[in-house]
């Protein structure tokens, strides 16, 4: 089946860095990534959708140059949250979209983000 | 907006019994429509896809969709304590890859 994998799988940081989490199809391509945001006891939220070799297209209300993201190859898409707060505290998932005559989306294992 | 409504639950089942899921949604001209399960802490993982009215089954799980309606249902034949998660109903928008998610059913199956 569809892998994807995430990393780091949580991480803690001060308030005011930045921190990068990577989203990779292990054993298929994927031209079209998103990335998701879930708060505790609330559903998927979509925050943006990476396309390979072009800029990402983000959902309204979430600020593109809070949540930089790159789409630099066919297996591998990046989101950087710039100068996190504790305020950005959540569980962000990649899912990548599968090839072929399916549009399933496969999601990555998720990244728990924790800003002090 | 295009909204997918879910009853938050618990959706409590005996173990061995058929627990049935729900789900509607609003956007007429969504063609694909997915369960995810999600356990507490961890991502969702793809269940079922439908995409045409009627039942789809695979295992114990059986997809139901109806158009007219706007709904999509899944049954969990003879639910095992393992079954006990949050199902996730997600709808495919119009001409959109995105999928838009209801906020989930929590079902607890007892032993």
């Known amino acids: 089946g569809a892998v994807v994998s995430q990393h780091p799988s949580w991480v803690i940081c001060k308030s005011g860095t930045s921190v990068k989490i990577e989203c990779r199809s292990l054993?298929?391509?994927?031209?079209?990534m998103f990335w998701y945001r879930q708060f505790p006891k609330q559903s998927l939220m979509l925050m943006a959708t990476?396309?390979?070799?072009?800029?990402?297209?983000?959902e309204q209300g979430v600020e593109k140059d809070k949540f930089l993201i790159n789409h630099a190859s066919l297996t591998l898409s990046t989101l950087t949250v710039t100068s996190a707060h504790p305020e950005d505290s959540s569980f962000y998932i990649c899912?990548?979209?599968?090839?072929?005559?399916?549009?399933?989306?496969?999601f990555g294992p998720g990244t728990r983000l924790t800003v002090l | 907006q295009k909204e997918v409504e879910q009853n938050s639950g618990p959706l409590s089942v005996p173990e061995g019994a058929i627990a049935s899921l729900n789900c509607t949604y609003s956007?007429?001209?969504?063609?694909?429509f997915f369960w995810y399960r999600q356990y507490s802490g961890k991502s969702p993982e793809l269940i079922m896809s439908?995409?045409?009215?009627g039942d789809k089954e695979d295992g114990r799980f059986t997809a139901q969709l109806n158009k007219a309606s706007q709904y999509v249902s899944l049954l969990i034949r003879d639910s095992q304590p393992s079954d006990s998660a949050t199902y996730l109903c997600?709808?495919?928008?119009?001409?959109?890859?995105?999928?838009?998610f209801g906020s989930g059913t929590r079902l607890l199956v007892r032993p």
């Open positions: 899912s990548a979209l599968s090839g072929g005559s399916t549009d399933t989306q496969y």
């Open positions: 054993d298929f391509q994927a031209t079209t």
């Open positions: 990476s396309n390979e070799g072009s800029k990402a297209t983000y």
């Open positions: 956007d007429r001209g969504s063609q694909s």
């Open positions: 439908i995409y045409s009215n």
């Open positions: 997600a709808v495919e928008g119009y001409g959109s890859y995105k999928l838009i």
